[in-house]
């Protein structure tokens, strides 16, 4: 499929501000990321590092949803979730090179990092975990009595893990103000959709336990925002769950090291040809007249210097001390109050 030209789509609901903030959003993702792989190449970040290039329009789209108080958990591919939030980038980036002045303090790494004024949960490695803690950081608002809401990311791969139905089934009965977010890229880690389940949606699963859902286009920003704004006005009206299973692509490997054999080289690139949201929100604000190369111009710029100032950053903040071995490990360690402290 071909990109249709972008004047031919309607941008009446949305405005210019909107688009640049959703193109600014997502560039910085993308710069953020490639800036992230150079420094795993240079031996600058070691172990596991798992890049979102492809998956920029559903975090972006659905940040677009939130207000204060909103909450995020997602799985290890966390980057693009931090940065969508409003996480500092100079934190994000020392994390992932273990240094002192990342998110924990460089003993997390690219997998584990939190942000309790940004309410953002990390970040986990294990396949499926983060679904039933949002599920939790949803009840905890429920008891409350407020209308946040949490937004729950996990993958393809991930929805075919038990505890995700046990989830789904508590969630609906306690009418949990949860939106579960499906990325689905088509692929965990090496094995298809095609390969690993017979349901031709992941969101209809849903419905065995009453829960509503539907399916978004994950490379169009504006449809991840309209579908998200549904979802949301749900949740906080009190109706419970809702299922969104966004379709989206992940560009690079897995992880850094990936062979790649899985799928071939014309399916990526037809998909970065045709597909790609950065470029999308892109056609949109030149064939609107939103915006001129030379504004574009001065974003890339921008978004050039964040990155850099995070990799500068990084690279001169010092390796936690060896002293800190033992420290933020166990609750004793939080401060007076942390351990009550409403979540
Ligand atoms: C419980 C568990 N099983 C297996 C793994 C190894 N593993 C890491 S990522 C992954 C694939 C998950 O794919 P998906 O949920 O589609 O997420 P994506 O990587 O595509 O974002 C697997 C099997 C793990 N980390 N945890
Ligand atoms: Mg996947």
Redesign the pocket.
């Known amino acids: 499929m071909v990109r249709k030209p972008a004047a031919k789509e309607s941008t009446s609901n949305v405005s210019r501000d909107e688009l640049l903030k959703y193109y600014r959003d997502m560039l910085l993702i993308r710069r953020f990321e490639e800036k992230a792989g150079q420094l795993y190449g240079m031996g600058l970040i070691g172990g596991f590092c798992?890049l979102y290039i492809g998956q920029e329009a559903v975090v972006v789209g659905l940040e677009a949803c939130a207000k204060d108080g909103d909450k995020r958990i997602t799985?290890?591919?966390d980057h693009g979730h931090m940065l969508a939030c409003g996480m500092d980038a100079k934190g994000v980036m020392a994390e992932l090179t273990g240094r002192e002045g990342g998110y924990s303090k460089g003993k997390g790494g690219s997998m584990h990092m939190f942000s309790r004024e940004k309410h953002f949960y990390g970040g986990h490695?294990?396949?499926?975990?983060q679904v039933p803690l949002g599920a939790g950081l949803a009840f905890a608002d429920k008891y409350l009595g407020n209308d946040n809401v949490t937004f729950t990311y996990?993958?393809?791969?991930?929805?075919n893990?038990g505890q995700v139905y046990e989830t789904y089934n508590m969630a609906e009965l306690w009418s949990l103000p949860v939106v579960f977010v499906i990325?689905?890229?088509q692929?965990?880690?090496g094995?298809s959709m095609s390969r690993s389940t017979k349901s031709t949606t992941l969101y209809g699963r849903g419905e065995a336990f009453g829960i509503a859902g539907e399916r978004v286009d994950g490379m169009d920003v504006l449809a991840v925002k309209a579908a998200g704004e549904k979802a949301v006005a749900h949740c906080r009206a009190g109706k419970g769950p809702y299922i969104l299973e966004v379709m989206t692509y992940?560009y690079r490997g897995?992880s850094m090291s990936d062979p790649a054999k899985y799928r071939t080289r014309e399916e990526v690139q037809k998909m970065r040809d045709e597909r790609d949201a950065i470029e999308h929100v892109r056609d949109l604000l030149l064939t609107g007249s939103h915006a001129s190369e030379d504004d574009l111009k001065a974003i890339d710029k921008e978004i050039k210097d964040i990155v850099n100032e995070s990799a500068e950053f990084a690279k001169e903040s010092p390796e936690p001390a060896l002293d800190q071995l033992w420290t933020d490990i166990y609750a004793e360690d939080l401060p007076q109050g942390s351990a009550t402290e409403n979540a």
Do not use: C, K, L, P
Request: glycine content about 12%; cysteine-free.
């Open positions: 798992h799985s290890y591919r490695g294990i396949v499926a975990a996990f993958g393809d791969g991930a929805a893990q990325e689905n890229n692929y965990a880690m094995t992940r897995h």
